[in-house]
């Protein structure tokens, strides 16, 4: 059975630290993960709706749970690369 990652895993699955990101011992902002929310956000209707906004390589993308919005993350980048 293959076990799903947690999201943590996938955050830094994503976003690594690495010589080519990170390219000195000073720290670099690798992704940016915001805890975003409006009125009717999300399909919240006649109610306050919250969610996630991931901004990293010139890609953002928003989604209702931190886990949807990492998987439309790694998809945007992957049709970026294409």
Do not use: C
């Not at 990652?5 to 690594?16: G, K, N, Y």
């Amino acid at each position: 059975m293959t076990r799903s990652l947690t999201a943590d895993e996938m955050i830094r699955r994503l976003f690594p630290a690495n010589p080519t990101t990170a390219p000195s011992s000073k720290m670099v902002v690798l992704a940016t993960i915001e805890v975003i929310g409006a009125f009717e956000a999300f399909h919240h209707y006649e109610n306050w709706g919250q969610g996630y906004r991931i901004t990293a390589q010139g890609i953002v993308v928003e989604a209702e749970g931190l886990d949807e919005a990492l998987t439309k993350w790694s998809r945007a980048k992957g049709r970026k690369e294409a």
